[in-house]
């Protein structure tokens, strides 16, 4: 069995935002030259295919994925709100990174890999069941969640270490049984939810952390609450919403992270997948956009799922 194994929906690469937008091609090429390098360029890497439509429509509103389709330019961009932006290969882009989340599941689940890092593009963690935001089209870790399931995996934990707040997946979450979110994100900043007063027991886990922490409070918050939270939750496969964009170099907040806190938190994360679910553990991206901090960061990521 493979330790882990990389998914690479390539069909990102045409999911075209338009000049200066963060979410944009570059991301995904940054990690794909990564990819070329030692030691990951001796990692299975699987081209990721399209997800099947009703494992999309166990978390989206059909109407809405109608709806999406619909409005997907023939050419040039069109725009779901102010962030979010349609090309014409933004529908595939979009299904393809479902389904990167979704083969990865099913080969952690049979037991062809232990771990596994999807590099998709567009991110997902702020899509809702009814619509998209927040540069987000499909709920890419929720999919996979709930493809989990129909497989057998009764109980998913759900991981967000992107320096927002995945407010679609929170959505997603408290409207589906025995999955456990858990997010650390800077607050205020967008999308401003995430409160704590909104937590559930072993259900909601949300931990608003403040511009400029840094490093210790978020490893103590982890060592202290949510890796504690996930263990008394015993799922039976962890997934990470892997967002880089906590690090100190990035455009979009100022959470102030090191690329060795990532390193951490990700060997944290693989330990207790280890105690809890037999090593078995789905990383899919999200976040980050300064372009040499989000290669430093996923190299770190994965020489700790690697180990």
């Known amino acids: 069995m493979n330790t882990l194994t990389l998914y690479i929906p390539r069909e990102g690469l045409k999911h075209q935002t338009g000049h200066s937008h963060p979410e944009s091609p570059d991301r995904l090429n940054a990690i794909l030259s990564l990819l070329q390098k030692s030691p990951f360029m001796a990692l299975p890497q699987i081209e990721a295919?399209?997800?099947?439509?009703?494992?999309?429509?166990?978390?989206?509103?059909?109407?809405?994925?109608?709806?999406?389709?619909?409005?997907?330019?023939?050419?040039?961009?069109?725009?779901?709100?102010?962030?979010?932006?349609?090309?014409?290969?933004?529908?595939?882009?979009?299904?393809?990174?479902?389904?990167?989340?979704?083969?990865?599941?099913?080969?952690?689940?049979?037991?062809?890999?232990?771990?596994a890092f999807c590099a998709v593009r567009p991110p997902g963690h702020h899509a809702f069941p009814d619509h998209g935001e927040g540069f987000c089209l499909l709920n890419n870790i929720v999919i996979g969640a709930l493809?989990?399931?129909?497989?057998?995996?009764a109980?998913?934990?759900?991981?967000?270490?992107?320096?927002?707040?995945?407010n679609g997946s929170d959505a997603m979450t408290r409207?589906?049984?025995?999955?456990?979110?858990?997010?650390?994100?800077?607050?205020?900043?967008?999308?401003?939810?995430?409160?704590?007063?909104?937590?559930i027991p072993n259900r909601i886990l949300n931990i608003p952390m403040k511009a400029g922490d840094g490093s210790l409070p978020f490893r103590q918050v982890y060592e202290q609450r949510i890796l504690p939270a996930v263990r008394h939750?015993?799922?039976?496969?962890?997934?990470?919403?892997?967002?880089?964009?906590?690090?100190?170099?990035?455009?979009?907040?100022?959470?102030e992270l090191e690329t060795a806190d990532f390193a951490w938190i990700t060997a944290e994360l693989a330990k207790l997948a280890r105690e809890c679910c037999r090593g078995k553990l789905v990383s899919a991206l999200e976040g980050g956009y300064n372009l040499?901090?989000?290669?430093?960061?996923?190299?770190?990521?994965?020489?700790?799922?690697?180990?």
């Not at 493809?147 to 995996?153: K, Y």
């Not at 409207?175 to 937590?199: E, V």
């Not at 939750?233 to 959470?255: E, V, Y």
């Open 155 to 166: 109980r998913i934990a759900i991981v967000d270490f992107d320096v927002h707040h995945g």
């Open 292 to 307: 040499a901090a989000l290669s430093d960061s996923v190299a770190a990521h994965l020489k700790a799922l690697m180990d």
């Open 147 to 153: 493809h989990a399931q129909s497989l057998g995996c």
């Open 49 to 115: 295919t399209e997800a099947e439509l009703h494992w999309i429509k166990r978390a989206h509103d059909p109407r809405y994925l109608e709806r999406l389709e619909e409005m997907v330019p023939d050419y040039g961009q069109t725009y779901l709100d102010n962030d979010t932006v349609l090309s014409p290969g933004s529908w595939a882009a979009a299904l393809t990174a479902a389904g990167a989340v979704c083969q990865a599941v099913e080969d952690v689940t049979s037991g062809k890999t232990m771990r």
């Open 175 to 199: 409207i589906h049984d025995n999955i456990f979110y858990a997010s650390t994100h800077q607050c205020p900043l967008y999308p401003g939810t995430g409160h704590a007063k909104d937590n």
């Open 233 to 255: 939750f015993q799922p039976d496969l962890l997934m990470i919403s892997a967002g880089f964009d906590a690090h100190k170099d990035d455009p979009l907040a100022q959470m």
